[in-house]
């Protein structure tokens, strides 16, 4: 009888070493990164956007913009600018794709904004051919100007230099997460 419950504490301690040395193995990869939520202005937990959109929010820090919009919206960027140009997305409620981007400016650091009643580029101002503009990343500061649904490139003739760089935004229980952006944010040629 001790001899199984010793067999028995034995195996337990051998699983629970397992279990915490497959965990140090994975946070000592080299490039890991942590999952992190999406937080909301106010720096309560971002609720998941449920309507077509564009949100200010916070990931680990860095001031991001979160976008939900249609199937039909990115399907027209690779419409018109050939397949694989529409801004990587996830599925989100109601049939909507989500995306977030940085919200700092490449040319000087300035927080961009999104205006709506602009169409999303200068040559293609309404990806899915809805009658409505499709909007346009703005910076305050120098006009700086990208196309959200197109990668986030600067709109040629702006003095953005580069273009803002997405997270690998996830959806998890509920939770917006994101582990790291796609490129260098802020200041960038
Ligand atoms: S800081 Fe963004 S365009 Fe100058």
Not at 13 to 26: C, E, F, K, P, T
Not at 29 to 39: D, S
Not at 139 to 156: I, L, M, R, S, Y
């Amino acid at each position: 009888m001790e001899a199984a419950q010793g067999a028995v504490r034995g195996a337990t301690v051998a699983v629970a070493a397992l279990a915490v040395g497959i965990l140090l193995l994975s946070a000592l990869q080299p490039g890991a990164q942590a999952t992190r939520p999406l937080m909301a202005a106010d720096g309560s937990m971002l609720a998941v956007p449920a309507q077509p959109g564009v949100t200010k929010a916070v990931w680990n820090g860095h001031a991001i913009l979160v976008f939900a919009t249609t199937f039909d919206e990115l399907a027209g960027v690779d419409a018109a600018r050939g397949l694989g140009s529409a801004t990587n997305s996830i599925a989100g409620p109601n049939g909507l794709r989500l995306f977030a981007l940085s919200a700092k400016s490449t040319q000087a650091g300035c927080l961009v904004g999104f205006n709506p009643t602009l169409g999303a580029s200068r040559d293609v101002a309404d990806y899915d051919r809805d009658g409505v503009a499709d909007g346009r990343i703005m910076d305050p500061c120098h006009q700086g100007q990208w196309d959200a649904f197109n990668k986030a490139k600067p709109v040629p003739g702006t003095p953005a230099p580069t273009r803002l760089a997405a997270l690998d935004l996830a959806l998890r229980d509920g939770v917006l997460v994101a582990s790291a952006f796609d490129g260098p944010i802020g200041v960038h040629r």
